[in-house]
């Protein structure tokens, strides 16, 4: 879009279906910079993609030209695909429904870069339950705790 000017910074975080640890260190790096590909191919710009067995963050500038939902769907179901064509696991992998999302100035992007990259580090201190009712309350977004990931299944 001509004399459309933006300066969008997203960071999203999603669990793997049921909360199962699927996200093996065999693989993991690899799944990311796939992420992380796929959003840039979609016209964004990825900043960094991070996370632990559970679960996933993606950090990035969002093109405001396509909807995050869309970009998300999309990273979601190419990244399922991906470790399933790969064959990584004996059953068959997927993501659970649904994304949170939190903006950010460009005064926090380190801060928040920093925190992503150090995931492994973060969740030997706090579940990704605490870290993700965490994000709500400090984004003041209004949620209902009984739909907020529980222990895995």
């Not at 067995?53 to 909807?67: I, K, Q, T």
């Not at 925190?115 to 977004?141: A, P, S």
Request: proline residues 3%; contains cysteine; glycine residues 6%.
């Amino acid at each position: 879009m001509a004399n459309t000017y933006h300066q969008l910074f997203i960071q999203t975080v999603f669990a793997v279906k049921y909360r199962h640890g699927l996200i093996l260190p065999e693989f993991r790096q690899e799944l990311f910079g796939y992420m992380g590909q796929t959003i840039n191919n979609l016209g964004h710009k990825t900043l960094i993609v991070n996370g632990v067995a559970d679960h996933v963050h993606c950090f990035f500038g969002l093109n405001p030209e396509h909807s995050l939902s869309d970009l998300m769907q999309k990273v979601k179901s190419n990244a399922s695909g991906w470790v399933n064509d790969h064959k990584f696991l004996e059953q068959p992998f997927a993501w659970q429904k649904g994304f949170g999302a939190f903006s950010y100035a460009k005064s926090q992007v380190s801060a928040v870069y920093r925190y992503v990259q150090n995931q492994e580090g973060h969740h030997l201190k706090q579940t990704f339950r605490d870290e993700y009712l965490e994000f709500l309350q400090k984004f003041e977004i209004e949620h209902d705790e009984k739909y907020i990931f529980h222990t895995p299944i």
